[in-house]
Antibody, heavy 118, light 110 residues
């Protein structure tokens, strides 16, 4: 059974850092792109970043470029999102997702809430 | 990376059909056959309903169908059921391995 378990969210002050993790199981992790998507409270979904199977290519939405870093540990079937210089507008539930292509995502984690507030 | 345009809400009675539109540009929806649709119930993770414009994953009822014309993709739900009430999002490849979502549509089953 495919499972993605998101963790690492919490309350952080503006300008602070947080590292999200996504533990994958039930599929061959190295065969898939992986993606982070976020959803601010009461708002829609927003694509954040993608990473290729071997980690050699990474892509970001404009507003997080230079602040967020997506990475993966294929040996441990894990995906990460290092978030630095956090802003109030980064407050959201963050989901990891298994991605084809990147064309679409067929399995999603349960999400982890990040709150940026003083 | 501007969001794709979806109607904020649509509604229909049980058994009826509804269509949700998703309008982008010639750089995203119009350029690639890589539009997918997601259903999201409150407090839950999104669920893939349609991918590559028209394809349906295993387990998704054939009441759900997708199409595209020019820069606009559409999701049609026929034979509406109560459990279809949810938020629906379109998502398109936008070139250079970036992706863009629609703003979301709330479907109400009357």
């Amino acid at each position: 059974e495919v499972q993605l378990v998101d963790s690492g969210g919490g309350l952080v002050q503006p300008g602070g850092s947080l590292r999200l993790s996504c533990a994958a199981s039930g599929f061959t992790f190295t065969n898939y792109w992986m993606t982070w998507v976020r959803q601010a409270p009461g708002k829609g979904l927003e694509w954040v970043a993608n990473i290729k199977q071997d980690g050699s290519e990474k892509y970001y939405m404009d507003s997080v470029k230079g602040r967020f870093t997506i990475s993966r540990d294929n040996a441990n079937h894990s995906l990460y999102l290092q978030m630095d210089s956090l802003r109030a507008e980064d407050t959201a539930v963050y989901y990891c997702a298994r991605t084809f292509g990147p064309r679409y995502s067929d399995y999603w984690g349960q999400g982890t809430l990040v709150t940026v507030s003083s | 990376q501007s969001a794709l345009t979806q109607p904020r809400s649509v509604s229909g009675s049980p058994g009826q059909s509804v269509t949700i539109s998703c309008t982008g540009t010639s750089s995203d929806v119009g350029a690639y056959n890589y539009v997918s649709w997601y259903q999201q119930h409150p407090g839950k993770a999104p669920k893939l309903m349609i991918y590559d414009v028209t394809k349906r994953p295993s387990g998704v009822p054939d009441r759900f169908s997708g199409s595209k014309s020019g820069n606009t993709a559409s999701l049609t739900i026929s034979g509406l059921q109560g459990e279809d009430e949810a938020d629906y999002y379109c998502w398109s490849f936008a070139g250079s391995y970036t992706m863009v979502f629609g703003g979301g549509t709330k479907l109400t089953v009357l």
